[in-house]
Antibody, heavy 121, light 110 residues
């Protein structure tokens, strides 16, 4: 059974950093692209970042470019999102999602339950 | 990276069909066959219903179907059931390793 478990969220002050993690199980992480998607309270889904199977292709939403960094460790079955210079508008539930295939085309087949990031002073 | 455009709401009676549109641009929906649709019930994670315009993942009822014409993709739900009431989101690959979502449509089963 495919499982994605996010962690690392919490309450953080504006300008600070957080590292989000996603532990994958039930499949071979190295065979799939992965994504981070967020959802602000009461709002819609927003794609944040995606990474292909071997980290050779990476993309970011304009809203986080230069502040967030996605990475993966296939040997550890883990996906990461390093966030920095956090803003109040980054407050959201952050989901980790598994792509259908090796390339990050946005076909998000499995989702975790999310980790909540709250940016507030 | 402009969000795809979806109607805020849609509705239909049990047994009827409803179609939700998702309008993008020639740089995303119109240029790639990587359009997906997701169903999200309150407090739950999204669920993939359609990918690559019209493909259904295993376990998704064939009452759900997808199509695309030009810069607009559509999700049709036939034989509406009470459990179909949820928020629906589309997304598309937008080139340069980026993805864009629509604003979401709240589907009400009357």
């Amino acid at each position: 059974e495919v499982q994605l478990v996010e962690s690392g969220g919490g309450l953080v002050q504006p300008g600070r950093s957080l590292r989000l993690s996603c532990a994958a199980s039930g499949f071979t992480l190295g065979n799939y692209a992965m994504h981070w998607v967020r959802q602000a309270p009461g709002k819609g889904l927003e794609w944040v970042s995606g990474i292909n199977w071997n980290s050779g292709s990476i993309g970011y939403a304009d809203s986080v470019k230069g502040r967030f960094t996605i990475s993966r460790d296939n040997a550890k079955n883990s996906l990461y999102l390093q966030t920095s210079s956090l803003k109040t508008e980054d407050t959201a539930l952050y989901y980790c999602a598994k792509e259908v295939g090796t390339t990050a085309g946005g076909r998000l087949e499995y989702w975790g339950q999310g980790t909540l990031v709250t940016v507030s002073s | 990276q402009s969000a795809l455009t979806q109607p805020p709401s849609a509705s239909g009676s049990p047994g009827q069909s409803v179609t939700i549109s998702c309008t993008g641009a020639s740089s995303d929906v119109g240029n790639y066959n990587y359009v997906s649709w997701y169903q999200q019930h309150p407090g739950k994670a999204p669920k993939l219903m359609i990918y690559e315009v019209s493909k259904r993942p295993s376990g998704v009822p064939d009452r759900f179907s997808g199509s695309k014409s030009g810069n607009t993709a559509s999700l049709t739900v036939s034989g509406l059931q009470a459990e179909d009431e949820a928020d629906y989101y589309c997304n598309s690959y937008a080139g340069s390793n980026t993805v864009v979502f629509g604003g979401g449509t709240k589907l009400t089963v009357l």
